[in-house]
Structure formats: C-alpha cells, structure tokens
C-alpha cells in the first residue's frame, strides 16, 4: 500500500509542477519514471480494491495519450458504446448545418426519451449532459451511415453499420461498434479541439453531467476539481447475458485534464457505471 501510494504521490507531485520546470533531457527522464511509476501504482490500487470481474477499465494520461493501466479483455474489439456515442453524432450533424444547434423540447416517453417524465427544454449542452434520447432523436432523423462515417474517420473509430438509421447513429443498439481503445483517443482528440465551437458545448456537457447529470457520482466521489463525464449504457456482449452494460468516459480532474479514465460494469446503466468510474478516480488520487 506504502508503495501505492508513493508511486500516485510522485505523478500527482509531477502533474501539477509548472511545465517550464520539467523540460530538458534530464528532467524528461524523471517524467518517464514518475510515469512508469504512477502507472504500476494504479494498476495495482484498482486491481486490489476493484477486483469484480464484471469492472472493465482503461486508464490514459491525457496529455500523452499513453495507457497507464488497464483491465479489458481485447479493447480493440469493437463493442457497442451505447450513449458514448452521441458527441460524435452531435459533430456530425453540425457538419450538415454550419454547427448551429437546435432548441427542443423533450417529453420523455411521447418523444422517445429514456427518462419517461422528460428532460424538458434541451439544448446540445443539456442533451450531453443528461444523454437525451429525445433531442437525438431530432438531430439523427435525417442522417445517414454515410454522414456518420466521415466524422468517424476524422477521429479513428469504427463507423456505423451502413444500415445503421435513426437513432443507431447515437449508439442505440448493436450497430455502431467501437472499439474502447479507438474510443478513448477520440475522445482525447475531443480534448484537444475544444476551442471549436462544436466541441466546447460537448465538453461543457460533460462538466454539466458531472456536476447534476447522469454523470453526478463522479463529481459527488472526488469532490474539490470535479470532471468531465460521458455517460452510457449498451446491448450487454458479455458471455452472461445481462439486459445492458453500463459505461463512463472521465477526464479529471475537470479543467484542465490529467488522465482519462473509462470504465465498463457488466448488467448496470451507465449511472451506476459513473459511480465505479468515481470511486476509482478518487483511489487514484488518495
């Protein structure tokens, strides 16, 4: 455990100095080892205090993109995302209408909402944030597998099935496959592009569902700093079957990100996966 926390200490300590103090030769060397070092210290802390086999994770540096830790079997399999693929649905659709967004209001069950009572006045922000069916049921409607693909391209993921209609391209359903390896680096290319226009609201979604969203137990598990959350919840393909597979995309802490932490639970929605995801970032942080 002393050990644990010595490797965690010594990247925290390392993350947070100024980057002029860290470069040159020398000081990159340290950065490689504090790297290795807070890399085999989260392997071991989620390992030991996660060890249910239905908990799936990956676990990137944010900056360099480089996988720190990991527990999936064959991330590069494409598996349906679920919700995590609505940002890419969103910039889809933007590309078709200059990036203007529509106002909508959704009426849960009558509008094809998750939540039977509705999220009410939605806007890109707000569907982010509490992954409102209903508003992507709207911006889908006149897309097809073809307006999915180039966007999918353009951030290195599998594209739709090209019979993939409607809201198939927001990830409902098994017909729009991704591999979670592909997934985390176009998330961590969302990252990247936030001074666009598009991508900003996406971004501003996610801290809004982890401060009230379906991403909230992430922002209640690590308080001071909070994060950016992508919630969903996907077809199960695990081989015990389970009604859906909740997941979590969570970059922490929130303003300016550190690492990037995915997390799949077999057989729960992608709530309660955002639970685990916070659980897991604050032992990262202890």
């Not at 693909?149 to 099935?161: K, L, N, R, V, W």
Request: aromatic fraction near 6%; charge should be neutral.
């Amino acid at each position: 455990m002393v050990t644990v926390k010595r490797a965690i200490l010594l990247m925290v300590v390392l993350l947070l100095a100024p980057i002029s103090s860290r470069s040159g030769p020398a000081t990159d060397h340290l950065e490689i080892s504090h790297t290795s070092l807070f890399a085999q210290g989260a392997a071991q802390a989620l390992n030991q205090d996660f060890p249910d086999p239905d908990i799936s994770f990956l676990l990137l540096d944010a900056r360099s993109r480089e996988l720190l830790a990991s527990r999936w079997d064959r991330p590069d399999i494409p598996i349906p995302t679920g919700s995590l693929a609505k940002p890419f649905a969103a910039l889809a659709y933007g590309g078709h209408h200059d990036f203007q967004y529509p106002s909508h209001t959704c009426r849960g069950t009558p509008t094809g909402c998750w939540r039977p009572g509705g999220h009410g006045d939605v806007d890109l922000v707000s569907a982010i944030a509490f992954s409102c069916n209903s508003y992507f049921r709207v911006l889908t409607e006149d897309l097809n597998a073809a307006d999915l693909s180039q966007t999918a391209d353009h951030f290195g993921i599998e594209p739709p099935d090209h019979s993939a209609t409607g809201m198939e391209l927001a990830g409902l359903g098994p017909r729009w496959r991704i591999s979670p390896l592909h997934l985390v680096r176009a998330y961590l290319d969302l990252l990247r592009k936030r001074d666009n226009p598009a991508v900003s609201q996406i971004l501003a979604g996610m801290a809004r569902s982890a401060r009230e969203g379906t991403g909230a137990e992430v922002d209640r598990a690590i308080g001071p700093g909070g994060a950016l959350v992508k919630t969903g919840t996907a077809p199960c393909t695990e081989a015990r079957p389970a009604p859906g597979d909740g997941l979590a995309v969570v970059f922490a802490p929130a303003q300016e990100p550190r690492i990037l932490l995915m997390v799949r639970v077999h057989g729960v929605p992608g709530s309660r996966a955002a639970r685990v995801a916070g659980q897991m970032v604050r032992r990262i942080g202890e």
